[in-house]
Structure formats: C-alpha cells, structure tokens
C-alpha cells in the first residue's frame, strides 16, 4: 500500500485513512471554540461526538472537507445568546420628592375637608348671610380702633404740662355725656333705623321685643325708645324690662304700650339691619307667628325720651 492511503501507527500495523479533520480556510486551525488542540489529539483515541446543540453534518463519504459554519447557516439551528442580566429599578430623587408632596397634598385636603364638615353653623347659613357677618365684624374692628385712638390721644393731653387742665375738663365733660346718654337721663340723635312690630294671628310677645332689643345692642346700639300706638314712649336702657299686657299689649318698666310697637335705635344702619336678618333670628321668629318686622334706615333718628336717674344705694366709686 502506498503511503498516501495508509498512515504508520508505530506498531508495525498500518491504520486506515479516515475522514480528514475540518480544518478552517486557507489552511487555518479549526475555528469552532470546542475543537480540540491538534497536538492533544492522539490518534489511537477517537474524536469526540460534537455537542447536542451543535448542528448535525452528515459527513462525506469521500473524505472532504466539509465547512460546519456553512452548513449551520444554510439548514442548521444556532444557539441562541444568553439572555443579560435583569434590569435593576432606581428610584430617584427626584420621584421620592414627587412622592412626598403628593402625600402632603393628600393630607391637606383630608384635614381642611374634615375641619369644614365639622361645623354645622357655617356650613347652614347661605353666602350672604357670611358677607354680612364679615362686613359688621370688619365694623365693629373699626369703631374700636378709632376708640384707642380717641383715648390714646385723651392721655397724652392728660400727660401734656400745660394742658393738662384743660384737656382733663374736656374729657370729663364727653364722659358725662356719653354716661348720660347711656343711661337714658340726656337725649340723643344720630344715624339709626326703625323698627316697627306689626301682629297678626298672634301678637308681639315681650319674648320677641326683647329679642330685638338685644340684636341691636350686639350690633352697636348707642341708644333706644320704643313707642306704642298709643304713642307712650319709654327709654330703653341696660335695666329696662319687658312684659307681657292683656289684649297684646306691653309692659315696658312697669309703663302699658299697645301695639303696633316701634323702636328708634341710634346706631350703624347697615349692622344693625344685618343682625336683625339674620337666619333665625329677629325676622324670621316674628314672620314665623304671622307678623311683620318693618325696617327703615334714618339719617337722623331721635331718641328723645328720658330715664329717671337712678339712685345708687350701695355701690360707691373706687377712689
């Protein structure tokens, strides 16, 4: 046998030829990354079975050499890539923060919702009724700064060297007057409203006059009357009484009015007006009992009827 057919095995015996090694281009080692180093190769031991993943070559009969990368393109199945690793979420600061106030927001709105809801009053009384109240609180905020400033002013003349007489005389003198005013014993005149209590299934009650009468002191009632049809007149001061009359008639410290009643009171029109609208109140209790409650505003109201002094038993000045 010639020795292109037979290859010398070292022990006397030719080997038959086999299939030749794969061998990449140009003469090149294998590029399969699981072929074997040539040197390792022995060649009493047999070559290993390709891997199940490996495509499956029918190997040549005649001894050629055949391209595994080749026929793994044309009809073979690849291996597919491992998979990367699992993206990894990152919570940044800036959602933390979004987080945050969101939270904050939510808790805002809980807290005010709940604030509202637990005031019954408010949430009862209509939106004109809140701008009224508003405007009579604004009011009243006004007259007593201009009461601090008048008696600021007061005491720094008080205070003042030459002056000191004259302004404290002044001053003793608006006292009077307004004390006296306040106790019915001086008349008075001024902006104001009437009242006017008009009956009719039922008649005015005391109840309901004095319901009125403290309306009107809430709302800065300076000084009252209150006349009957008859046209008695009685002062209005902190220790008058009311009492209910036969026939619907009043007992006003201890003096008998018939109706219809009506009360000049001196005063803010517009607050005075406000208190006595207000839901549930005034108004509304006598149109309740089938009467009317007239209100007209006065520019000029007189409050002409007096009080007899009252005589101070026990109480004394501090000195």
């Given at each position: 046998m010639s020795s292109d057919e037979h290859t010398e095995t070292g022990t006397g015996w030719p080997q038959p030829a086999g299939p030749g090694r794969p061998g990449g281009p140009a003469g090149e080692p294998d590029p399969r990354p699981e072929a074997p180093d040539p040197d390792e190769l022995s060649p009493l031991v047999p070559e290993r079975s390709a891997p199940s993943v490996e495509p499956s070559v029918r190997e040549p009969e005649d001894g050629a050499t055949v391209d595994l990368s080749r026929a793994a393109g044309a009809g073979g199945v690849e291996q597919p890539a491992a998979a990367g690793p699992a993206p990894r979420w990152r919570v940044s600061s800036a959602g933390v923060m979004i987080a945050a106030l969101l939270a904050l927001l939510g808790f805002t709105l809980v807290v005010q919702f709940k604030t509202t809801s637990t005031d019954p009053t408010v949430a009862a009384t209509r939106q004109e009724d809140l701008v009224r109240i508003l405007y009579d609180l604004n009011s009243r905020e006004v007259r007593l700064r201009q009461d601090i400033a008048t008696l600021e002013e007061s005491q720094r003349q008080l205070r003042s060297g030459?002056?000191?007489?004259?302004?404290?005389?002044?001053?003793?003198?608006?006292?009077?007057?307004?004390?006296?005013?306040?106790?019915?014993?001086?008349?008075?005149?001024?902006?104001?409203?009437?009242?006017?209590?008009?009956?009719?299934?039922?008649?005015?009650?005391?109840?309901?006059?004095?319901?009125?009468?403290?309306?009107?002191?809430?709302?800065?009632?300076?000084?009252?009357?209150?006349?009957?049809?008859?046209?008695?007149?009685?002062?209005?001061?902190?220790?008058?009484?009311?009492?209910?009359?036969?026939?619907?008639?009043?007992?006003?410290?201890?003096?008998?009015?018939?109706?219809?009643?009506?009360?000049?009171?001196?005063?803010?029109?517009?607050?005075?007006?406000?208190?006595?609208?207000?839901?549930?109140?005034?108004?509304?209790?006598?149109?309740?009992?089938?009467?009317?409650?007239?209100?007209?505003?006065?520019?000029v109201a007189e409050v002409s009827a007096l009080h007899a002094p009252i005589k101070l038993e026990h109480a004394r000045p501090v000195s």
């Open positions: 030459q002056q000191g007489r004259q302004a404290a005389l002044e001053e003793a003198t608006r006292r009077a007057d307004e004390l006296g005013i306040l106790a019915g014993t001086l008349p008075a005149t001024g902006p104001g409203l009437s009242v006017r209590f008009e009956s009719g299934e039922k008649s005015i009650s005391a109840s309901r006059v004095l319901d009125a009468v403290q309306e009107l002191r809430g709302a800065g009632a300076e000084a009252m009357q209150i006349s009957g049809g008859d046209r008695a007149t009685v002062r209005i001061i902190a220790s008058t009484f009311f009492l209910d009359g036969e026939g619907g008639a009043l007992v006003v410290d201890g003096r008998r009015l018939t109706g219809p009643f009506t009360i000049t009171v001196i005063g803010d029109p517009a607050t005075m007006r406000t208190a006595l609208n207000i839901p549930g109140g005034v108004v509304a209790s006598v149109t309740g009992d089938g009467g009317k409650l007239i209100v007209e505003d006065r520019e």
